[in-house]
């Protein structure tokens, strides 16, 4: 009788635990979610092609550094479905961070101008795709505007469902019940980080049966490079793991995980 009830905690514990786990679509053990910020024409003219390939979405964080020869591309990528996300307008960060935009400095916005700015993003982007739920990511990863965390103020204004910060390898989400979708941390990809590298990165979220963002800017050109062969090699690795790694968008991924925290 004793071992009875011993077996009957242990099973009640088991359940408990795993509920914490998510199981995701087709059986696949984790979620790898590809992002690329501040609108680049290298990852129009390298990353998108790449991607399409494999037929993976990824997330691209815009800003307003848009043109009338770009925004026919990003509307082309849009209705190819990936997704087109929200970076703001005018990329405001820490003078320290980006000396070299300093109409811009974050620490002379106020809460209401940084908002206002998304807000207004939110709209153009609409002009682009006419899709709403939109995403975000901090520009430089900066929670806050003139020493002041705007993520409530974000989280209140109802404009984005969910927002990336930064992180480093270790960011790889496995505790989705405590995960605030407004501070969604990812992989910082620094300069010519190797596919070596990247693919460790896919291989630790596989192992964790998380979720694991890569956040990239350049790919075989513009700034915080990555080569478009450790791009590709990447991409390659996940395509031959497609089995157990689910490529989705930030959307895609989080929409998934809401609903599964809920229960439903
Ligand atoms: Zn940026």
């Not at 002009?127 to 409530?152: F, I």
């Amino acid at each position: 009788m004793k071992n009875l009830t011993f077996c009957l905690l242990l099973l009640s514990w088991m359940g408990t635990s795993a509920q914490r786990k998510i199981s995701w679509p087709h059986h696949k053990k984790a979620v790898i979610v590809l992002t690329y910020d501040d609108a680049l024409n290298s990852q129009l003219d390298k990353a998108i092609p790449q991607l399409d390939v494999h037929h993976f979405k990824g997330t691209f964080f815009l800003t307003g550094e848009l043109n009338s020869i770009t925004i026919p591309k990003w509307r082309a990528a849009a209705k190819n479905g990936h997704e087109l996300a929200n970076h703001t307008l005018f990329h405001p960060c820490l003078s320290a961070t980006m000396p070299d935009n300093p109409a811009n400095a974050a620490e002379r916005y106020s809460i209401y101008q940084i908002i206002r700015e998304i807000y207004t993003m939110n709209n153009f982007l609409y002009a682009l795709d006419g899709k709403g739920g939109r995403t975000y990511a901090y520009p430089c990863t900066e929670t806050e505007v003139g020493g002041k965390s705007y993520v409530d103020s974000l989280r209140k204004s109802g404009l984005i469902k969910y927002a990336r910060v930064g992180g480093d390898v270790e960011a790889v989400v496995t505790d989705f019940k405590k995960l605030d979708p407004l501070r969604v941390p990812s992989y910082g990809l620094d300069e010519n980080t190797s596919a070596v590298k990247l693919i460790a990165f896919a291989k630790r979220v596989e192992k964790s049966g998380g979720m694991g963002i890569f956040m990239f800017h350049g790919i075989g050109g513009d700034y915080i490079t990555t080569s478009t062969e450790a791009h590709k090699e990447l991409l390659n690795y996940l395509a031959k793991n497609r089995k157990d790694l689910w490529v989705a968008t930030f959307q895609q991924a989080m929409d998934y995980i809401t609903r599964a925290n809920k229960g439903k």
